[in-house]
């Protein structure tokens, strides 16, 4: 469903607290995220979307904390990330996709520590280095201020 561009978000509340859906737009009126909240703390799917409504990034919170299935797909549907949280801590296989949809590299995580850690270090520069040089495209996760358009 589109919507006026004055429309750019929704949150629903219970007894004065974030309860239910939330749901944040790009300034056309698209659906730019779906946020589920319990009691005041995200509990829930957690989706971002391109302007075209193409989905952008899926995850799950379990009681404000990151927990389950995380991916990543890029503007052409093609998958990015995909990985597992497990309370907050990533963990099991996390696998990192090229623009075109091969495999760049998979890391093993045991509850938020990366293992063969010497293995990835120089890969996990390069894309740590590539994420910092885009970081003024992609804006920054602000929770504090999560809802408000700037």
């Keep these: 469903e589109k919507f006026t561009s004055n429309q750019f978000r929704m949150i629903s509340y219970q007894k004065g607290e974030k309860h239910g859906v939330s749901l944040k737009y790009h300034p056309e009126g698209t659906v730019s995220e779906i946020l589920f909240w319990k009691n005041g703390m995200r509990h829930g799917q957690w989706q971002h979307f391109y302007e075209d409504s ?31 949280y497990n309370m907050g801590q990533m963990d099991g296989e996390w ?17 938020g520590r990366l293992l063969n850690r010497e293995s990835h270090e120089e890969w996990l520069k390069k ?24």
């Design 95 to 111: 696998i990192f996709y090229k623009d075109e949809g091969d495999i760049e590299n998979r890391l093993e995580y045991d509850n």
């Design 54 to 84: 193409t989905i952008r990034m899926s995850a799950t919170f379990q009681q404000d904390t990151l927990h389950g299935k995380y991916m990543v797909w890029n503007p052409q549907k093609v998958s990015r990330i995909q990985g597992m």
């Design 127 to 150: 894309y740590m280095d590539e994420i910092e040089e885009k970081l003024g495209e992609i804006p920054e996760v602000d929770f504090e201020n999560f809802f408000e358009r700037k």
